[in-house]
């Protein structure tokens, strides 16, 4: 199976910050890379698909970057609303499909 | 509006069956596969199982393999998780969820929680 590792595994940020969230992939998923929030008793919410596109819907202050084996999140200026848990998730390989483990995003 | 519904989930003792529904509405179904995807209390989410359109392709990850089967009957709008041979660890919320074509899944239910224990 194709290992996802994010970092950080948790984060502190406030209101109006840049944030930056790593992802790598255990092989080379070309751009076969998603993201996702979530937030607690909500579904998970796809931002990012194919590593860069936005998914219709979602705010223009995140983005993503990469391919290969290494990929980005950022989201500029955080607003209240962005607290959540951020998963990336490859689908590379669709036999067995990966999610990171997962980045908790904080107010400090 | 485009929306997917779960239900069956309940308490089930260790060994037990469960079969989990996720009903489909507001998009047209049997063109696109569908998954199910679990996030263990305290846990990351994890996918389990998904389904081509037409049912032809299934694969699923190796911790429920064998034990659970997808599957889906187009006339009703309606996707399916036969659960067998239950343990603990399947303990979860699942979710089902509606795939973007290999790039993702962009439409999620709120999920049915399933809990495993004696």
């Known amino acids: 199976d194709i290992q996802m590792t994010q970092s950080p595994s948790s984060l502190s940020a406030s209101v109006g910050d840049r944030v930056t969230i790593t992802c790598r992939a255990s092989?080379?998923?070309?751009?076969?890379l998603n993201w996702y929030q979530h937030k607690p008793g909500t579904a998970p919410k796809l931002l990012i698909y194919?590593?860069?596109s936005l998914q219709s819907g979602v705010p223009s202050r995140f983005s993503g970057s990469g391919s290969g084996t290494d990929f980005t999140l950022t989201i500029r200026s955080l607003q209240p609303e962005d607290f959540a848990t951020y998963y990336c998730?490859?689908?590379?390989?669709?036999?067995?499909?990966?999610f990171g483990q997962g980045t908790r995003l904080d107010i400090k | 509006e485009v929306q997917l519904v779960e239900s069956g989930g309940v308490v089930v003792q260790p060994g037990g069956s469960l079969r989990l529904s996720c009903a489909a509405s507001?998009?047209?179904?049997?063109?696109?596969?569908m998954h199910w995807v679990r996030q263990a209390p305290g846990k990351g989410l994890e996918w389990v199982s998904l389904?081509?359109?037409?049912?032809?392709?299934?694969n699923y990850a190796d911790s429920v393999e064998g034990r659970f089967t997808i599957s889906r009957d187009n006339s009703k709008n309606s996707l399916y998780l036969q659960m067998n041979g239950l343990r603990t660890e399947d303990t979860a919320l699942y979710y089902c969820a509606k795939d973007k074509g290999i790039f993702g899944m962009d439409v999620w239910g709120q999920g049915t929680t399933v809990t495993v224990s004696s």
């Open positions: 998730q490859q689908t590379y390989s669709t036999v067995s499909i990966t």
């Open positions: 389904i081509s359109w037409d049912g032809d392709r299934t």
């Open positions: 507001g998009f047209t179904f049997d063109d696109y596969t």
């Open positions: 092989q080379n998923i070309n751009s076969y």
């Open positions: 194919a590593a860069s």
